[in-house]
Every structure is written in C-alpha cells, then in structure tokens.
C-alpha cells in the first residue's frame, strides 16, 4: 500500500483517473522506534527479488502456494515454505492491480485496461476491460470477477475469456488507487462499492442485498468520498469492512444486515480474530474493537505517523508494516510492541499474509520475503 493521505481519484465515463496529491511538507515526523523488547521471534527464512511494486498488490494464497508480482508485469508463483517459484510470466506490461488466484489460475489487471489470465506460467488469454482497475481480480468458481474504477462488477469465464455479465452500480464521481473489496461468501460474490456492501449472484449479477457502511456527505467530492477500501476480514458469515476516512463496519454476508458500524479515520483495510478486530487509523493509531459490538478494546499511538499498512492477526501478535521498511509484531490484547524485523527500507506493496506457518510480505522495492515465527 501507498501510505499519501490522499489518494483520491476521478473517474470520468470513459475511466479516466486522475490523482489529486497531498503535500509532503507539513506531514508530522514518524513516533522514533524504542528498543527491540524481541519478545516475539519471527525470523526471515527465505527471499526472492522483483522489479518495484507500484500498484495496489493483493498477495493470494491457496494451500502452501502464493501468488504475487511487480509493475512490470512479472507474476510469480512461489511455494511459502521454501520461497522457490512454482512458475513464473513475464508479461512485459505494467500493471495496476493483482493477483487474483484460486490455486491453479491467476489474474491481473493491465495499467491498459487489459485483464490477463495466466496459468502454469502462460498467458491463457485477455480481455478489454471498460474501464480500469485497482482491485484485484477474484478467480473463484471457474469464473473471473473484476471490481472497476467505474464501480462496474464484471465477470469473465475463466477457460476463455468471454464476458459472462456486468453489474453497474451508481456512485460518487471520485475513487481511490487502492485494492477495494471484492470475495466469496458461500454462493454471494461480495462486492464494496461506493459507501456500501453490495451481494450478488455470481451466476447473473442480480444483486442480492445491499448494506450502507458509509454516506457521502460533505459540499465536494473530496469530503464525500467513502470507497470501501481492502483487505475485508471475513470468519464465515461475518465480513467486517473500513470505509475510507469514515467507518469500520460488521456486517452479516447471508443476510445483507450491518451489524454494527463505528467511525473511524483510517484508509487501509482489516484484520482479526473470533473476538475482535484490528485496524490502523491514518495517524497510524493501532487498535482493536470488539466483534460483537464495535466497541474499541484498546489503542496504541506508539507507531503514530510512521505510514503503516493494513495489520494482520497472527498467533498472540499482530503484524503490520511501516513506511520505513520494519515489520512490527504487537501484542492483539493491549497493543504492546512485542518484536520488529528490518526489510529493505521500503513500505510493503500489500497488506501481509500467512500460509503454511509462514508470513509471506512484498516490499516497494519489490523483495518477496517469507518470515516466520519459531523460537
């Protein structure tokens, strides 16, 4: 994840983006780290090199294998318990959102507006999108699902290519260049558009259900932007979304019902546990609140400011990157720094992930590395 406070985006009908930056000269300096209290080992076991990560990259997993990539269109394959590469496609074209992947095909998005399917190392086919994309591609069910920059859900037959249907869903004019929200629950594709949760069958793209997280308010654009932003936290029916600079929100996938909805001022995604659930605010406050309710458990200030990307719940800690390029690990029941690792001084491209007992991140500058807890 990119950490500018505002990564605002205007979409025309024809797709076109364009970024509205902040300035860089008034940002408060990073929290200064204390010590290591190395109360957590997590040590790194393996490590690949790629070219830079500048888009929006959303690392999937599927039993022991992960997929990932770089700007230039490399997707890789790799085995997380060793780090060696399954297989690997040298698109040759830049990229603006991936990897879709469900164990045997995977998918990314073109900076072009070309969505790409690969497998075993080949380009099995592509397609033109309408507009485009910075949200990952769900391969699932032997179809392709795209989220668009013109909050068009679109699906795509995953042996051919042919487009299947598209849902278009009305919205506020801007977007942000960041992974949305897009997964399977049961048989609902699960889609964030605009300020709500959106359910729709696969099958057609009727839309089952809808839940509101966030309004739009606000005289201009700007103020009324609430784009659901990834990665969402699922545990069976339940998936818990933020909308960007406004609310954490749980809501049942079955149903199409908000649980419970909390404000909040962050703008990267979720994690959690059977109790609670954890986020990091822009100021890079860390905190958890309570699943059942949405009432806030505890909070931290201790990494305020350093760019901190969206945490990951793993055993007793919780991990997240900083814009210098440290790994941290705190403690899930008050928030403590419990241990951190150094990588290459870059922010991580997405948010981390765990298969097989291993921590696989992606840095900026494009280090894949495995890490993992041990004594």
Not at 214 to 241: H, K, S, W, Y
Request: proline share 5%; glycine share 12%.
């Amino acid at each position: 994840m990119r950490h500018t406070v505002a990564r605002l985006f205007i979409t025309t009908a024809a797709a076109l983006v364009l970024a509205a930056c902040s300035s860089t000269s008034s940002r408060p300096q990073p929290t200064p780290l204390g010590p290591n209290p190395d109360k957590f080992s997590i040590k790194m076991v393996w490590s690949l090199g790629l070219s830079a990560v500048d888009f929006p990259l959303d690392i999937k997993v599927q039993g022991n294998s992960a997929a990932v990539a770089d700007g230039k269109g490399e997707v890789v394959v790799l085995d997380v318990r060793t780090g060696q590469a399954n297989w690997r496609a040298a698109t040759a074209e830049a990229l603006s959102a991936g990897v879709g992947f469900d164990g045997n095909r995977a998918a990314v998005v073109t900076r072009s507006h070309d969505l790409l399917a690969l497998e075993a190392g080949k380009v099995i086919w592509r397609t033109k999108l309408n507009a485009s994309s910075h949200t990952a591609p769900l391969v699932a069910g032997g179809r392709v699902f795209v989220l668009g920059a013109d909050r068009a859900v679109s699906a795509f037959d995953g042996a051919s290519g042919r487009r299947l249907w598209t849902q278009q869903r009305p919205g506020e004019p801007l977007v942000l260049r960041q992974a949305g929200v897009l997964l399977a629950v049961g048989d609902t594709l699960v889609a964030g558009v605009s300020g709500k949760l959106v359910g729709l069958n696969p099958l057609n793209g009727s839309i089952r259900w809808e839940a509101p997280v966030a309004t739009p308010r606000g005289i201009n654009d700007v103020e009324r932007l609430v784009d659901l932003v990834g990665p969402a936290f699922r545990e069976g029916d339940e998936v818990c979304v933020r909308a960007f600079q406004a609310a954490v929100a749980c809501t049942n996938a079955t149903r199409g019902t908000l649980t419970w909805t909390k404000p909040s001022a962050g703008s990267v995604g979720l994690s959690g546990d059977t109790t609670q659930l954890y986020g990091t605010d822009e100021d890079g406050t860390v905190g958890a609140w309570r699943r059942t309710d949405g009432e806030r458990v505890w909070s931290t200030q201790n990494l305020r400011f350093r760019g901190l990307s969206a945490p990951l719940a793993l055993g007793a800690g919780l991990v997240l990157g900083d814009a210098q390029g440290y790994v941290h690990v705190l403690s899930k029941d008050n928030g403590d720094t419990l241990s951190r690792i150094s990588l290459d001084g870059s922010a991580l491209a997405g948010a981390p992930v765990l298969a097989a007992n291993t921590l696989v991140v992606v840095t900026a500058k494009g280090l894949v590395a495995g890490l993992r807890p041990g004594n």
